[in-house]
Every structure is written in structure tokens, then in C-alpha cells.
């Protein structure tokens, strides 16, 4: 359906997009994720017709739309566009903004089709408002309806819920992934915040420096990270120091399994704080893995417990994991940490 091929973009004299490439099929929705300025809005943009790329290719149903020599207009390229700011007119009503895209529509085809979208947004009664006249939360629906109204096989969406506060976000953004899922629409949304990617994407394309990180679905993603920024993104991560030893990396709080790097290497080892237990039971320990509790902070369903790794009370480096609230902890209690290694990545020391 789209396909972007060794996208490469330059604004001035800065490359803000190097060698983008990946695809998306109908029905599907992807998320392009990363921190502010790695040229997710770039990429839309370019996906748009709205940039001229330096190299590479936009494919489209099956067409070129984009390459060095020739961009096909924006309007012909049958793509919605939802902006962050929704963008409306403010001159215009409720129904006149959603219907603005209809002109190669007869009257009575365009009035049934506005209608029709008033009614899956819930906002039948308030065709006649001004967008000033809406809430936040009204004025995102009418965006996403004027940007669906023509029935576009691709929806572009940059950064649709920023504007709104917590409450409102987690509401309009589960309204529209039901409306984009019921009528398959084929979507890339926009994002800097990975839980919201997570919740929502079919794929995910990690971005950093205006690069691809890595591509894949969230699960992927969480679970397979390919280098420490990836890690770092989708959470909280511990790290600490590992040697590689033969067939194992041996840390402070324990060892791990080697399957890749040579005998002798230096590696970071990254934990989730999920990924640590605290067995604090009286048995023997091993003492490679034996902790002192620093700090424990209460956290609902469990506290967050800062540990130390080292001598005891000076330790020289810091974790912190997640502990039940039934068992109770005191500062300066010796404990015993237990690691997940599915929660566990292991990377070359840069």
C-alpha cells in the first residue's frame, strides 16, 4: 500500500532524513516514534508530497509518487492529512469544515457524506458552531472527520493528541482508533510518547537523528531491543557494568548467558525495573547477587526500592526495582536481587 524506499531528505544544509525505508499495508496503523527533532514530521511530510526528497522513493498504490526527479502534488495522492493544531477554518462551521474536501461531490452527495461523519463523531447537533464554539476533545473529532471525508486510503496524523489534557487524550484517542480500525483505514500517526505507540500501533518505527533505530511491532520492540537507545525508550532501564568470560557475562549482582561477544569484552548489561526481584527470605544467598536496601518509595500495587551494589553504607552504583507492598523492607537490610533475563539486554560498551 506505501513504501518508502532509502528516503533521504536535506532542509538547507542539514540532513534531517538518511536512508528511511519501510512499508505499510492496507488497514494497518504505524506509529513513527522518537524524541522531538528525529524527523518523524519530516517523514510525514515527505510521505505528503509536502518535501522533496534528495534520494530514495515513495511508492502508493503501487505508483512512484516521490523520488529526486519528479513529486506527485499532495492533492493527487488520494492521502488525509490531520495536523497537530487540528488546523481548522475558523471562518467556517462545523459542517462546512468537515464538507470543504468534498467538491468533486454533488451537493446532495457531499451534504449526505458530512452528515453521515457528523454522526459517527457524535456531533449531529452542532453542525452550525464555529470551531472556537467546540471543546478541545470536538474539535479533534471534526479535524479527523474533515481529514476522513474523502475517504483517502492513507491518513496521516501528526502528533493528533498532544493538545489535549490526560483525561481527554486516553477518550479521543480510543474514539479514533476504533473509527480508523472499523473502516480500515491505513494510518501513521505521529509520536513522541512510547506507551501511547504501544497501545495503539500495528507497527512501530523507532527513529533517532533523523534514522530508522528499528521497525516492528511493539512487542518486538519491548522485548528485543536492538541497542541501548531502544532499550532506554520503552522505559526505565537499570544498567551496570559485565565482563564477558567464555559462555557467560559475569556482573556484581550475578551472571548471564553469552551468545554473542568475544571472550574478554566489555559489555552494559540493561535491566528493566520489572525485570529485577528482591528475594529477602533469611536463606543462603548467592553473595554475587546480595544488595543493600537505600531507599523505598510506595507505588500503589508495589514500592519502587532503590538499591546499592557495593560496600555497605557507600555502594557505588544504584538500581531500582519493583517489590510487592505485602513484604516489607528496611534502609540497610541485605537482600538478594533476582533477574529476569527476558527483561535483561546485553550490549557492547560503546
Keep these: 500500500m506505501l513504501s518508502l524506499q532509502n528516503l533521504t531528505l536535506t532542509l538547507g544544509k542539514k540532513k534531517i532524513l538518511e536512508d528511511i525505508s519501510f512499508d505499510l499495508e492496507v488497514g494497518e496503523l504505524l506509529c513513527l516514534l522518537g524524541p522531538s527533532g528525529c524527523g518523524k514530521t519530516s517523514t510525514l511530510r515527505a510521505i505528503a508530497g509536502l518535501e522533496i526528497p534528495d534520494s530514495g522513493l515513495v511508492r502508493l498504490n503501487g505508483r512512484t509518487v516521490s523520488n529526486s526527479n519528479s513529486v506527485t502534488p499532495p492533492y493527487e495522492r488520494d492521502i488525509g492529512f490531520l495536523f497537530q493544531d487540528f488546523a481548522l477554518f475558523p471562518h467556517l462551521t462545523v459542517a462546512e469544515n468537515i464538507s470543504y474536501g468534498l467538491s468533486k461531490l454533488s451537493k446532495t452527495e457531499a451534504k449526505n457524506r458530512t452528515e453521515e461523519l457528523l454522526k459517527q463523531i457524535g456531533l449531529s447537533g452542532q453542525a452550525k458552531k464555529y470551531p472556537h464554539m467546540l471543546s478541545g476533545g470536538e474539535q479533534q473529532r471534526v479535524a479527523l472527520a474533515r481529514a476522513r471525508a474523502p475517504e483517502p486510503r492513507l491518513l496521516l496524523l501528526d502528533e493528533p493528541f498532544s493538545g489535549l489534557d490526560s483525561s481527554l487524550r486516553q477518550e479521543i484517542r480510543e474514539e479514533t482508533l476504533q473509527v480508523l480500525k472499523e473502516n480500515e ?40 531491543p536492538v541497542n541501548s537507545f531502544s532499550a532506554e525508550f520503552f522505559g526505565d532501564i537499570n544498567q551496570i557494568e559485565g565482563s564477558v568470560i567464555g559462555d557467560i557475562v559475569s556482573t556484581e549482582i550475578g551472571s548471564f548467558s553469552n551468545t554473542n561477544f568475544p571472550d574478554g569484552s566489555r559489555v552494559d548489561v540493561l535491566i528493566r525495573q520489572d525485570g529485577l526481584r528482591i528475594n529477602s527470605s533469611k536463606s543462603e544467598t548467592n553473595p554475587e547477587s546480595e544488595v543493600h536496601v537505600c531507599d523505598v518509595r510506595y507505588a500503589g500495587t508495589s514500592n519502587l526500592v532503590k538499591v546499592g551494589i557495593g560496600n555497605w553504607p557507600n555502594p557505588h552504583t544504584h538500581m531500582l526495582a519493583r517489590h510487592p507492598t505485602q513484604f516489607a523492607l528496611e534502609h540497610g537490610q541485605k537482600i538478594k536481587l533476582e533477574v529476569d533475563p527476558d527483561r535483561a539486554f546485553i550490549f557492547l560498551k560503546l
Aim: glycine share 4%.
Design 185 to 224: 483505514i491505513a494510518s501513521i500517526i505521529v509520536t513522541h510518547d512510547p506507551e501511547e505507540a504501544m497501545l495503539i500501533a500495528d507497527k512501530i518505527v523507532l527513529m533517532q537523528n533523523g534514522k530508522v533505530v528499528q521497525k516492528g511491532t511493539p512487542k518486538s520492540l519491548y522485548s528485543s
